[in-house]
Nanobody
Framework: QVQLVESGGGLVQPGGSLRLSCLASGTTISRYAMGWFRQAPGKEREFVAA????????TYGDSVKGRFAISRGDAKNSIHLQMNNAKPEDTAVYYC????????????????WGQGTLVTVSS
């Protein structure tokens, strides 16, 4: 079965940068749209970013526009999230997700989910 594995989480100071990665294993899903959600303690799951299978179209949540950048890896079964100008409000568990249809990221009802990686933004 396909699994999504996140990495790169950790502690970063406000204004700093962090790079998250997600790798799909088990089978090739290069034509899947992939992206990121996050969930802070006591809060609802929030959409962060998504990218089409070709990498030709990207979408960001309002709270991260201009600060985060999503990209496809050289291997098409991977994506990255470059987090710049990190804010304490970005503290959350970040989940990688994938689906055949990028439109499904609007509902959050997606075929594949990773286990999550914790990002803490603090001094």
């Amino acid at each position: 079965q396909v699994q999504l594995v996140e990495s790169g989480g950790g502690l970063v100071q406000p204004g700093g940068s962090l790079r998250l990665s997600c790798l799909a294993s088990g089978t090739t899903i290069s034509r899947y749209a992939m992206g990121w959600f996050r969930q802070a303690p006591g809060k609802e799951r929030e959409f962060v970013a998504a990218i089409t299978w070709s990498g030709g179209s990207v979408t960001y949540g309002d709270s991260v526009k201009g600060r985060f950048a999503i990209s496809r890896g050289d291997a098409k079964n991977s994506i990255h999230l470059q987090m710049n100008n990190a804010k304490p409000e970005d503290t959350a568990v970040y989940y990688c997700a994938a689906d055949r249809l990028v439109i499904n990221f609007a509902s959050g009802n997606l075929e594949l989910w990773g286990q999550g990686t914790l990002v803490t933004v603090s001094s």
